[in-house]
Structures are given as C-alpha cells and as structure tokens.
Antibody, heavy 121, light 110 residues
Framework: EVQLLESGGGLVQPGGSLRLSCAASGFTFSSYVMTWVRQSPGKGLEWVSGISVSGGMTYYADSVKGRFTISRDNSKNTLDLQMNSLRAEDTAVYYC??????????????WGQGVLVTVSS | QSVLTQPPSASGTPGQRVTISCSGSSSNIGSNTVNWYQQFPGTAPKLLIYSNNQRPSGVPDRFSGSKSGTSASLAISGLQSEDEADYYCAAWDDSLNGVLFGGGTKLPVL
C-alpha cells in the first residue's frame, strides 16, 4: 500500500523559512515523479512543484519560483520542499503527491494527508 | 485565478446525471490529457479520471470523462449522496511548464 507522510509544517513569520518532508513507502520511490500541491484555506488546489525520478529536473509554479526548492533522496525514499522568504499567501495545506509514472506530465495517483503551513506574525 | 475554468457549483438529486465542465486553452487541455480529482471536506484529493476518460481501479463506472478540443467534461450518472464532494480538473500547461488545476466545482447532492 502506498503511503505518503508529510511533516515539517507549522507557524512561521513572514520572511521566514520552513522545510517540508514527505516519507514514502509501499512503492519503488525512485521510479515515480513526485510533486507538491497546496490548498489555501477554503480555496482550490494549486500545483507548487514537481521533480523527475532522478531529481535532475525540477518544475515550479511562478508563485514560488526562486523561493522554494524541491528535492528528493531516492536512497531514503524522501521528498523535500525547502520554503524560503515565506509570505502570508503561502499559508496552505501542502500535499505530497505521487505521479503514476516516470513521465513528468503523469497524473497524481496517490496523495499524503497534508501538512498545514501558516505564515503569520 | 485558475486558467482552467470550472463552474463553482453544480447540483443534482439522487439518480440524476450531472456534468461538470472544464475549459482551457491550446497550451493545456488542447495539447495534453485531462485528469479529474475528487475531494471530500478535510481529506486529500483522490484521482478520479486520468488521461481524459480512464478510471483508476476502484472508481465506479458511474464516473466518466471526455475531452474535445480545449474543453473537458466529467459526467456522473446515477448520482448518489456519497458523490457530494469537490471536483477538480487538471492538465499540464506547456507554456507554464507545470500543472494547472481548475478552480473546483462543489457538488451538493440535494
């Protein structure tokens, strides 16, 4: 059974940093594209970032480009999201999601339970 | 502001057929496949339809998807109370080099 467990969320001041992690199990982690998707309170889904199976290719939404960095460790089956220069509008539940294959346009077939990030002074 | 446009709400009664539309452009729906996600309050989204019209294992055949040009649709036939949820379309956008989600459609079952 695929399991994705996010951690690292919490309250941070504007301009601060936070690092989210996603521990994956139940599948061959190194064979699948991984992504982060967020959802602001009461709002819709917003794709944040994606990473190729090797980690060599990364993709970012314009809203986070230059501030967020996605990375993966295939030896530890973990996906990370380093978030810097955080803004109030980054407040959201952040989901780790697994692609259904190795192609970067793959649909997201498994999701974690999400972790809340609150940016406020 | 979502580039994929969905109606904010739709409604139906048990047994009815409901359709939810998703409108995009040539850089997203027009050149890539569409996926649909179902989300219940307080829970993570779930993949409902992929590659325009394919159902993952376990998704009832009451759910179907279609795509034509730069638009897509999700249809739910034989609506059931447990279908009450939010529905999101999504597609890769070649201009943005990322995934676009629609704004979501809330579906109450009256």
């Amino acid at each position: 059974e695929v399991q994705l467990l996010e951690s690292g969320g919490g309250l941070v001041q504007p301009g601060g940093s936070l690092r989210l992690s996603c521990a994956a199990s139940g599948f061959t982690f190194s064979s699948y594209v991984m992504t982060w998707v967020r959802q602001s309170p009461g709002k819709g889904l917003e794709w944040v970032s994606g990473i190729s199976v090797s980690g060599g290719m990364t993709y970012y939404a314009d809203s986070v480009k230059g501030r967020f960095t996605i990375s993966r460790d295939n030896s530890k089956n973990t996906l990370d999201l380093q978030m810097n220069s955080l803004r109030a509008e980054d407040t959201a539940v952040y989901y780790c999601a697994k692609g259904s294959g190795s192609y970067y346009k793959t649909p997201l077939d498994s999701w974690g339970q999400g972790v809340l990030v609150t940016v406020s002074s | 502001q979502s580039v994929l446009t969905q109606p904010p709400s739709a409604s139906g009664t048990p047994g009815q057929r409901v359709t939810i539309s998703c409108s995009g452009s040539s850089s997203n729906i027009g050149s890539n496949t569409v996926n649909w996600y179902q989300q219940f309050p307080g829970t993570a989204p779930k993949l409902l339809i992929y590659s325009n019209n394919q159902r993952p294992s376990g998704v009832p055949d009451r759910f179907s998807g279609s795509k034509s040009g730069t638009s897509a649709s999700l249809a739910i036939s034989g609506l059931q109370s447990e279908d009450e949820a939010d529905y999101y379309c999504a597609a890769w956008d070649d201009s943005l080099n990322g995934v676009l989600f629609g704004g979501g459609t809330k579906l109450p079952v009256l």
